[in-house]
T-cell receptor
Framework: AQTVTQSQPEMSVQEAETVTLSCTYD???????LFWYKQPPSRQMILVIR??????QNATENRFSVNFQKAAKSFSLKISDSQLGDTAMYFC?????????????????FGKGTHLIIQP | DAMVIQNPRYQVTQFGKPVTLSCSQT?????MYWYQQKSSQAPKLLFH???????NEADTPDNFQSRRPNTSFCFLDIRSPGLGDAAMYLC??????????????FGPGTRLTVT
């Protein structure tokens, strides 16, 4: 079974600062997906960024980027130029790969989340 | 807009009184998931449907059941809710197609209160 660990229950930074959220995971799989999801207060969870484990290049999406260290099983999220709208719970999540033989997509295994607060 | 819709957004039920939560999607995704998220905890997968095939997580209590009458709808039935079942229930969908970027799309959730 996979486990995902987020060691920072809460973080607070000033607007426009850069912040890094940590995530480590444990798996025996060689290929898998990693995700960061954002859950704003009272709003639905949305995907921030995804990373396929077979890709060595770190994923980036505008102000969001990851530092994926496969050997260390580490997957941190960096938010640059943080904005008030970035305030939310951030969940790191793991998923086993889809099966080429037609197996179904498994669900996500989530970490406990990091509550990120952007201060004005 | 295509989306995942959950009804109701808030549900109050009595201890032991059966309750059904619903999820619908306009994305035409073949996989639908139900997660339970208790206060200040990570979402936990209860089960998922791959098309009409039901996949139950090993530690999902028997008290929880699910139905998927068609591609668009999926229901979560809690047969005898206990106080410990109070939580946010999240529905998610995905398109299982190898080779395409994978993403689960989440609904807004139904917050269940058990009195």
């Amino acid at each position: 079974a996979q486990t995902v660990t987020q060691s920072q229950p809460e973080m607070s930074v000033q607007e426009a600062e850069t912040v890094t959220l940590s995530c480590t995971y444990d798996t025996s799989e060689s290929n898998y997906y990693l995700f960061w999801y954002k859950q704003p207060p009272s709003r639905q969870m949305i995907l921030v960024i995804r990373q396929e484990a077979y890709k060595q290049q770190n994923a980036t999406e505008n102000r969001f980027s990851v530092n994926f260290q496969k050997a260390a099983k580490s997957f941190s999220l960096k938010i640059s130029d943080s904005q008030l709208g970035d305030t939310a719970m951030y969940f790191c999540a793991f998923m086993k790969p889809l099966s080429y033989s037609g197996g179904g997509a498994d669900g996500l295994t989530f970490g406990k989340g990091t509550h990120l607060i952007i201060q004005p | 807009d295509a989306m995942v819709i959950q009804n109701p957004r808030y549900q109050v039920t009595q201890f032991g009184k059966p309750v059904t939560l619903s999820c619908s999607q306009t994305l035409n995704h073949n996989v639908m998931y139900w997660y339970q998220q208790k206060s200040s905890q990570a979402p936990k997968l209860l089960f998922h449907y791959y098309d009409k095939d039901f996949n139950n997580e090993a530690d999902t209590p028997d008290n929880f059941q699910s139905r998927r009458p068609n591609t668009s709808f999926c229901f979560l039935d809690i047969r005898s809710p206990g106080l410990g079942d109070a939580a946010m229930y999240l529905c998610a969908t995905s398109r299982d197609f190898v080779g395409l970027p994978y993403e689960q799309y989440f609904g807004p959730g139904t917050r269940l209160t058990v009195t």
